[in-house]
């Protein structure tokens, strides 16, 4: 949509200007203080005082009014308007609990988590985990990305998730975590539920016990002479941790059976809570080719 006047646009700065210099003589003659006989016999102090400063610089000496640099006031419509929406959208998404997250990898991707609640009962929530691999700008930063992951430029991916968190059965078990998740760029997709049962043990100690089941299905896309097939794993997991209220400090072991491994797997672990927000982990586990895993994580988490 255009706009034209009888004016035209080349005169749209003077007639800025003059419209601000008459603003700001109007304005400075509004707050001329009222007349009063204590203003008619100044002494010599405050008649030094107001009086102006001849040596004052002139702010606008020199300067060209019609070579200054107006399109700094001019802004398009539509980018306006897309700013507002934008804007809502951010604030609609806030209401509805929508909730991102962001951290940086060390192979210079990004991790971004989004997720929401969908009902209150059940705690139902769906979201998503994506890796953002960002685009070398430089060559530098190219080599570095290439450097960083054996040669290859990191790859952005992602998978979606569903969770819900039901009530238990009685004295059995206190509740039921329910969660699934597609991975379509590596065609996997999970299913699991697990069975929580906590146990005070005292005023500050606690004893949570899990049973876990979870199903993975793994798939191949077909290629020219061989056709796409699925695989199944199922696997199930128990675990046992303890929980020290006071000192922030918990312990946890626990052990996996698949039908890919002929023989439990063991794992034990402790958490130390170091001060708000930041904690130290550590893990010691057995695979599958007998070898010891062996883990130190530190983390922050902050949710606001």
């Known amino acids: 949509m255009e706009f034209s006047t009888g004016f ?31 203003a008619t016999a100044p002494d010599e102090d405050t008649e030094a005082a107001e009086a102006p400063d001849v040596s004052d610089p002139d702010v606008m000496k020199g300067i060209d009014v019609d070579k200054l640099d107006w399109s700094q006031l001019a802004i398009d419509a539509g980018t306006l308007n897309d700013i507002i929406a934008a804007k809502k959208r951010a604030q609609a998404a806030a209401n509805d609990g929508l909730n991102w997250s962001s951290n940086a990898n ?22 998503a ?14 080599l570095a990305q290439k450097a960083t992951n054996g040669g290859n ?5 992602g998978s979606a998730w569903a969770a819900a968190t039901a009530p ?14 597609v991975d379509p760029g590596a065609e996997q997709s999970k299913l ?35 056709g796409g097939h699925v695989t199944r794993n199922y696997e199930t997991e128990q675990s046992a941790k303890v929980t020290l209220t006071d000192t922030g400090t918990s312990i946890t072991a626990g052990q996996t059976l698949s039908t890919t491994d002929d023989k439990w797997l063991r794992k034990v672990g402790a958490e130390q809570k170091l001060f708000d927000n930041v904690t130290v982990s550590g893990s010691v586990g057995e695979t599958s080719q007998g070898a010891i895993n062996k883990s130190l994580t530190a983390g922050f988490k902050k949710s606001w």
């Open 8 to 38: 035209g646009w080349t005169r749209l700065p003077v007639l800025a200007a003059m419209f601000i210099l008459g603003s700001v003589l109007t304005v400075s003659a509004q707050i001329i203080p009222p007349f009063s006989p204590a």
């Open 153 to 157: 430029l990191p790859q952005s991916s």
């Open 129 to 142: 985990d994506m890796t953002v691999a960002s685009e070398p700008r430089t060559m530098s930063e190219l």
């Open 168 to 181: 238990g059965a009685g004295a059995i078990w206190d509740k039921t975590a329910v969660e699934a998740r």
């Open 106 to 127: 060390a192979n210079g991707s990004s991790a971004v988590t989004v997720k929401q609640s969908v009902s209150s009962f059940w705690d139902a929530r769906i979201g």
């Open 192 to 226: 699991g539920a697990s069975l929580i049962k906590s146990v005070p043990l005292s005023d500050d100690t606690s004893l949570t016990l899990q049973n876990g089941y979870s199903v993975n299905q793994q798939g191949t896309t077909a290629v020219p002479g061989v």
